[in-house]
């Protein structure tokens, strides 16, 4: 648990100490982010204008993710003062791995079908494979190219930790979103919850990425 506990303080504690670098680097994909999410406010949105909206929201909240990678990794001078707004071959590789890292672990989502604990079991599950595959993000933001095998290797003596990181610490942060989310009037109060749960998350999986990492050079 000592490790579990040092990857999520860790992470609170550096957006804490980066935060005025953070609110800069990340004031430009925030602000595209709430512009796009406006866009389903639009009267008559179908399905598929629904889907678009939602494809667009992913680009923004790429470039919130590697840019705090990279200020929690390699230091505020790691990025432009108002952050990386444009995309390159690093941020849709990114992008593509997020992608894999989802149809690898949507098998057991057949857990889902074992009655009373379907539910249960197959979200653990899936936060079981994603935690054990996800140093392949911050590694990708800052140029280290670790692959999905050797996150899952290094991941092997720290599964609570990724566990709790990549599945229960942003569930819990999203049951925060989700209650000003569905209060009258609070909707953007829950959109700004929302983006501070994906900076915090990923600043604890940068953190756990360090822990991980550091072990392996010590071994």
């Known amino acids: 648990m000592g490790n579990t506990f040092k990857a999520i303080a860790g992470g609170i504690s550096y957006v804490k100490y980066y935060k005025v670098s953070l609110?800069?680097?990340?004031?430009?994909?925030?602000?595209?982010?709430?512009?796009?999410?406006?866009?389903a406010f639009l009267p008559n949105i179908d399905s598929n204008s629904a889907l678009a909206i939602e494809m667009l929201q992913w680009l923004p909240l790429t470039l919130i993710a590697i840019t705090t990678h990279k200020v929690i990794?390699?230091?505020?001078?790691?990025?432009?003062?108002?952050?990386?707004?444009?995309?390159?071959?690093?941020?849709?590789?990114?992008?593509?791995?997020?992608?894999?890292?989802?149809?690898?672990?949507?098998?057991?989502?057949?857990?889902?079908?074992?009655?009373?604990?379907?539910?249960?079991?197959?979200?653990?599950?899936?936060?079981?494979?994603?935690?054990?595959?996800?140093?392949?993000?911050?590694?990708?933001?800052?140029?280290?190219?670790?692959?999905?095998?050797?996150?899952?290797?290094?991941?092997?003596?720290?599964?609570?930790?990724?566990?709790?990181?990549?599945?229960?610490?942003?569930f819990l942060l999203g049951l925060l979103e989700t209650l000003f989310a569905s209060l009258p009037g609070m909707f953007w109060i829950g959109f700004v919850t929302s983006t501070f749960t994906t900076v915090f998350v990923v600043a604890s999986l940068s953190v756990a990425y360090k822990i991980v990492m550091e072990s392996q050079v010590v071994r």
């Open 23 to 39: 609110i800069k680097s990340l004031l430009v994909p925030f602000v595209l982010l709430a512009i796009i999410t406006t866009l």
């Open 73 to 170: 990794l390699e230091g505020p001078n790691s990025v432009p003062i108002w952050g990386i707004n444009r995309f390159g071959a690093r941020e849709f590789r990114f992008m593509g791995y997020e992608v894999l890292v989802v149809i690898v672990a949507l098998p057991v989502l057949v857990f889902y079908f074992i009655p009373h604990l379907g539910g249960f079991l197959s979200m653990t599950a899936i936060a079981y494979i994603i935690g054990r595959l996800s140093l392949v993000f911050p590694s990708i933001a800052i140029g280290a190219d670790v692959s999905l095998k050797e996150s899952w290797v290094a991941t092997k003596n720290y599964q609570l930790m990724m566990i709790v990181v990549v599945g229960l610490f942003p």
